[in-house]
């Protein structure tokens, strides 16, 4: 079958391009931005990546479109696909109809972690010997892909709560019908689809009237936005996890950085992770990722043991370089909530060193202006902050940053942020760069110029 997808180079849909190939189809693929790792990762993989909506990339026509929810209504491919009547789906009921519907699904839901979480229950299941299949928002390191069919029974699928297609406005989460569902936190975000979390909590109701009886909801002990889903009905076993001595599952902190602790059963011990993650947030990802492994069968201490060797997700604290004694790092962060504990991290591993965040509010959340009263405390443990002005911005950004106290400096393009790096940072400085995109070519720009001041 041939296969054509609009909005290719998504995390997501770069994902199914991954899985349709290996199911044998033949694969293209058309989006407006194409760059790494998934441009990379899909080129690797033999697939036609085209630049742009042109109705010409739709000819000869495929047997099927699969659409990405990035394309709306006056696109020109999306015109051409529905004057022509080409049979077109969503990626996301393309899983459910291709490959979901005989395995048992293992789902991550939640507004933070779910590629991280994701990705640790996929490796501690490949490491009992299960060989998942899985979907990824991200490259998970341990595998050096995304996405990969794996042996039935078992699929693992970070389970997102944004809209299926122009067509179909329902989270993608509610294909999945998930047997093991890990509900790792909810807030508000989506602003641009979802009006309000009430919204975004339906949703969550709607993934939880899928899951069987005699299926798992992982979830934590302390968040209200997820018992008010609950409370409107479930039929499915809950295991909590969290702080209180009420949870299931709970960390003993060894270190400051919670680069060691004790997971805790049951109220007995189980054994220790030493790992290379850093964060409290993350010492709970685990917790839930054990939680859910355990449900298919794999011994906790199994799992423990396979996080030591776990190497997380691209893009997620990722040390991309150290130049001249200055460390880089790179982190999908673009919510206050996760700008503060990926910040609050990377302290605590650096202790009092200097830190230097720099942010492009690019998401449209934080366009619309939604998280501008929390932007400022999110930052605050950065020494210096450093933020991109995105275009045509319906809210002051110095005015919402004005509690950083002149820590904050704010420009207009990336070359100036570059020029500003390259004229303040010295070694021991740790510069951590926050994008949910590709942020014009900073990264590339910015290890250029400082390899170049440093004659590397």
Not at 44 to 61: C, F, T, V
Not at 305 to 330: P, T
């Amino acid at each position: 079958m041939r296969i054509h997808i609009l909005g290719i180079c998504g995390t997501f849909m770069g994902g199914i391009a991954l899985l349709a190939r290996e199911l044998g189809h033949e694969i293209s693929g058309s989006d407006t931005n194409v760059y790494p790792p998934m441009s990379t990762m899909l080129e690797e993989n033999g697939i036609a990546l085209r630049s742009g909506y042109d109705p010409a990339h739709l000819q000869p026509h495929p047997d099927v479109v699969i659409i990405g929810n990035v394309l709306s209504r006056g696109n020109p491919a999306i015109e051409y696909v529905l004057n022509h009547n080409l049979r077109y789906t969503s990626g996301p009921q393309w899983l459910a109809d291709h490959l979901l519907h005989d395995r048992h699904v293992l789902a991550v839901a939640g507004t933070h972690g779910k590629t991280t979480t994701t990705s640790m229950l996929a490796w501690i299941l490949e490491s009992a010997g299960l060989k998942p299949g899985f979907l990824i928002g991200g490259v998970a390191e341990n595998f050096g892909t995304s996405a990969r069919l794996g042996h039935v029974p078992f699929f693992v699928v970070e389970a997102d709560e944004y809209d299926s297609a122009f067509f179909d406005k329902r989270s993608k989460f509610v294909h999945y019908r998930p047997r093991t569902a890990i509900l790792n936190n909810l807030e508000y975000d989506h602003a641009d689809i979802f009006p309000d979390l009430t919204a975004i909590q339906t949703q969550f109701h709607h993934l939880v009237r899928t899951i069987p009886g005699d299926g798992l909801i992982v979830t934590p002990d302390d968040d209200a936005a997820l018992d008010a889903v609950l409370k409107l009905g479930c039929w499915t076993r809950c295991e909590r996890y969290g702080n209180s001595m009420a949870a299931s599952w709970r960390v003993e902190r060894h270190t400051p950085d919670y680069s060691k602790f004790t997971v805790i059963h049951d109220g007995k011990n189980i054994g220790d992770v030493h790992w290379s993650l850093l964060g409290e947030h993350n010492a709970r990802n685990a917790l839930a990722a054990i939680a859910a492994a355990h449900h298919v069968n794999v011994a906790p201490k199994l799992a423990i043991k396979s996080l030591g060797e776990f190497k997380s997700v691209k893009r997620r604290l990722e040390k991309i370089a150290e130049i001249n004694g200055v460390s880089i790092y790179d982190d999908f962060a673009h919510h206050p909530t996760a700008i503060k504990v990926t910040l609050a991290a990377l302290r605590a591993r650096v202790g009092r060193a200097r830190i230097l965040a720099v942010l492009e509010p690019r998401s449209n959340t934080m366009k619309l202006g939604v998280h501008r009263d929390d932007l400022a405390p999110a930052l605050g443990a950065a020494d210096e902050v450093i933020i991109l002005q995105p275009p045509n911005l319906g809210w002051d950004l110095h005015a919402a940053t004005a509690a950083l106290n002149g820590r904050q400096r704010i420009y207009d393009s990336v070359e100036q942020i570059v020029s500003d790096l390259a004229g303040c940072t010295k070694p021991g400085d740790h510069v951590l760069i926050m994008s949910n995109g590709d942020f014009g070519g900073f990264y590339k720009k910015l290890l250029d110029t400082l390899g170049h001041r440093s004659g590397g």
